[in-house]
């Protein structure tokens, strides 16, 4: 958590789960294990100091008193957007392409016609690579085509 507020130089309110011991109705002690829900909420600056917490182990309400220069401090001394602003090191490129689950075929890369029939050299061809006889080839591409 710390680590995220100072790189993203932002205030952070870690929010974590809190059991007691007590073991909830319709659980067993087995079920449950190690304490799954210790706790560990904390209050952070933007320079990844801990301004409250953690609270581990207890239920509790934390509070702190934050100001505005904590993050135009921390911007200061750390640069986030760094390296990610040398346009000639990162790029972004974008497409006004509207993708789709599935893709028609670029022309000349059909096996089978439009109009469903196949030709004499496709067949061979697709015969050749697979190494079975032209007529099963023929067989199936007239099943697929009705």
Known sequence: ????????????????????????????????????????????????IVKAGPLVGEEGLLTAEFR???????????DAM???????????SISDKTLTPSQPRESGTEAVAG????????AQAVADEYDVPIGVVEAVADELAD
């Open 1 to 48: 958590m710390r680590e995220y507020a100072f790189e993203t130089q932002s205030f952070v309110a870690a929010c974590s789960a809190y059991m007691s011991d007590a073991v909830p109705d319709g659980f067993s002690a087995e079920e449950l294990g190690f304490n799954v829900a210790a706790g560990g909420s904390m209050l952070i600056n933007p320079a990844g």
């Open 68 to 78: 505005d220069d904590e993050r135009r401090a921390t911007k200061a001394y750390f």
């Open 82 to 92: 760094g390296h990610y602003t040398r346009w000639d090191a990162v790029s972004l």
């Open 115 to 122: 109009d469903g029939s196949l030709s004499a050299a496709q």
